[in-house]
């Protein structure tokens, strides 16, 4: 039985072009983007953290995050719906991803004052 795809396969280079450059809808955008891309980010900083890995690599790592969602929240905001979205929920999506971003800034921020 062959598989009807619509899209990029997720989580490939592809897909996280479509996702970034807004190509994908609007839930699509938001919920994987912030929260499915997460079972990936989280586990290995989870990781480094234990090992002991050095300040700046784990800030670099928070700064790229950081970045992420900040073309993230570009992407909701400009991203077209697959099925109708109330302006009040992609107002969310969009503050929640900013939301998301700043959480990541202050954690390169707070790695980066320990530090020095």
Do not use: D
């Not at 009807?4 to 897909?15: D, L, Q, R, Y």
């Not at 479509?18 to 290995?44: C, I, R």
């Amino acid at each position: 039985m062959e598989e009807n795809t619509t899209g990029p396969k997720m989580f490939s280079v592809a897909w996280f072009r479509a996702l970034l450059t807004a190509q994908l809808p609007t839930g699509e955008t938001f919920w994987v983007g912030n929260f499915g891309t997460a079972l990936f980010h989280q586990p290995l900083i989870a990781i480094l953290l234990v090992l002991s890995t050095p300040v700046g690599l784990l800030a670099g790592l928070w700064g790229l995050l950081t970045v992420y969602q900040l073309y993230l929240a570009t992407a909701v905001a400009r991203s077209k719906p697959g099925v109708p979205t109330p302006v009040g929920w992609k107002i969310a999506g969009i503050l929640v991803t900013l939301g998301n971003g700043a959480l990541f800034f202050s954690f390169a921020r707070a790695i980066l004052n320990s530090a020095g």
